[in-house]
T-cell receptor
Framework: AQTVTQSQPEMSVQEAETVTLSCTYDTSESDYYLFWYKQPPSRQMILVIRQEAYKQQNATENRFSVNFQKAAKSFSLKISDSQLGDAAMYFCAPTQGGSEKLVFGKGTKLTVNP | GAGVSQSPRYKVAKRGQDVALRCDPISGHVSLFWYQQALGQGPEFLTYFQNEAQLDKSGLPSDRFFAERPEGSVSTLKIQRTQQEDSAVYLC???????????FGSGTRLTVV
């Protein structure tokens, strides 16, 4: 079964600083998609950023960017200019089996300090 | 609707009771997914529909779990004879089709006592 490892159970960052959340995964597929989702205490998962594995260019969405290294099966999330509203659980999730099905890591809890 | 709606938001069931959890996806979304999220864990896949067809139910933990989407819109996840290990948040998500990412609902927190 595909596994996703988020090695940092908790991270903290000062407001306006930059933080990077790590994610590694295993897969035998060559074409897949990767996502980062944010889950605040309200429980609703919110899509942060999406990466297509066949694209070498790293995805960027405003203050959020990824460092995707396909050969290393690594997909880290960088948050720049951190804001208090960024505090949440962050989950890394690649697709599996050529479908839209996602496999989630255990998450990283991000705290933003004022 | 504007988002994915799930009901009830909270459900307390006595062990052995049957429960039904509802998901109302975004109008026009073809794909619908159910995930189970235990406390302190990431969501785990349960099942997936494309319109009314259940294409993958490999994640359903036992034959006590049953999901349906008879008209290709609203979906119901039914759990029969609930057990304590069924306590979790059940998340529903929908997407147009393809790999653009899902829109999730706020989930139903099920507590079995």
């Amino acid at each position: 079964a595909q596994t996703v490892t988020q090695s940092q159970p908790e991270m903290s960052v000062q407001e306006a600083e930059t933080v990077t959340l790590s994610c590694t995964y295993d897969t035998s597929e060559s074409d897949y998609y990767l996502f980062w989702y944010k889950q605040p205490p309200s429980r609703q998962m919110i899509l942060v950023i999406r990466q297509e594995a066949y694209k070498q260019q790293n995805a960027t969405e405003n203050r959020f960017s990824v460092n995707f290294q396909k050969a290393a099966k690594s997909f880290s999330l960088k948050i720049s200019d951190s804001q208090l509203g960024d505090a949440a659980m962050y989950f890394c999730a690649p697709t599996q089996g050529g479908s839209e099905k996602l496999v989630f890591g255990k998450g990283t809890k991000l705290t933003v300090n004022p | 609707g504007a988002g994915v709606s799930q009901s009830p938001r909270y459900k307390v069931a006595k062990r052995g009771q049957d429960v039904a959890l509802r998901c109302d996806p975004i109008s026009g979304h073809v794909s619908l997914f159910w995930y189970q999220q235990a406390l302190g864990q990431g969501p785990e896949f349960l099942t997936y529909f494309q319109n009314e067809a259940q294409l993958d139910k490999s994640g359903l933990p036992s034959d006590r779990f049953f999901a349906e989407r008879p008209e290709g819109s609203v979906s119901t996840l039914k759990i029969q004879r609930t057990q304590q290990e069924d306590s979790a948040v059940y998340l529903c998500a929908s997407s147009l089709r393809g790999h653009g990412g899902y829109t999730f609902g706020s989930g139903t927190r099920l507590t079995v006592v």
